[in-house]
């Protein structure tokens, strides 16, 4: 098998954590790395929060990109999963922070953030505007990258019409942006106990499997059509 490199970038501040209210002491960055020989092989960078970061797992491998890199491993595809989390990242936050993130050659770009807004109660405009100035930035920069959008949703305790427009605006900007879309990334996942750790919010490593497939089964299409 032809074994990639699999980058996760750690960003870890005294932020709250995406959706637990609990912080997380400075980090340097992570490499973990299989083969040294990954110079054919393409970027699939993933730009998100704590569950992309893998916030509360022993192995930040274990988080739902390390589950998708195991799998394009195991289809024998050349391509390299840069793993750019940050835990309690907004979508404000990761509009101030994209241009850095942008440095690192982009060809697939799967857009992660919005949770932390929605669980915050900032106004579904706010972050749709963010959102759309990210996706514009990555436009810009590499205009020949695939966009996948990973969609999320709120409790319904934050009142019908918020959760309705938050979930809304997923696939409003994906369709806008011919964006892949993951309906939604916790499929199967959010709310069984068993699957998700005792925050009752972040998926355990086991958990995160299930979301890295719900994830796959839209990124596998964008890789072999790439």
């Not at 501040?13 to 299989?34: D, I, N, W």
């Not at 907004?90 to 992660?112: M, N, P, Y």
């Amino acid at each position: 098998m032809y074994k990639l490199k699999f980058i996760c970038i750690v960003f870890a501040t005294l932020l709250f954590t995406a959706c637990g209210g609990k912080k997380t002491a400075p980090a340097e960055s992570v490499v973990a790395t299989g083969s040294t020989d990954n110079s054919s092989s393409k970027t699939v960078l993933f730009f998100g929060d704590s569950l992309t970061a893998g916030y509360g797992l022993e192995d930040p491998s274990e988080a739902f990109p390390g589950v998708v890199q195991n799998k394009i491993d195991a289809a024998h595809l050349h391509y390299k999963v840069v793993n750019a989390g940050l835990s309690g990242e907004t979508s404000a936050g990761g509009k101030g922070r994209i241009g850095w993130i942008l440095k690192q050659k982009v060809d697939i770009f799967v857009l992660e953030l919005g949770a932390n807004d929605g669980l915050r109660g900032i106004p579904v405009t706010q972050t749709k505007e963010n959102l759309q100035a990210i996706v514009d930035s990555v436009k810009a920069k590499y205009p020949k990258a695939k966009l996948i959008m990973l969609g999320m949703q709120v409790p319904p305790n934050m009142g019908a019409a918020y959760a309705n427009s938050f979930k809304a605006t997923f696939p409003e900007l994906a369709s806008k942006n011919n964006m892949a879309l993951v309906p939604f990334l916790l499929k199967g996942v959010g709310g069984i106990p068993s699957l998700n750790q005792k925050d009752g919010i972040h998926p355990t490593a086991e958990g995160a499997k299930i979301v890295g497939d719900n994830v796959w089964q839209v990124l596998q299409g964008v890789l072999l059509t790439d």
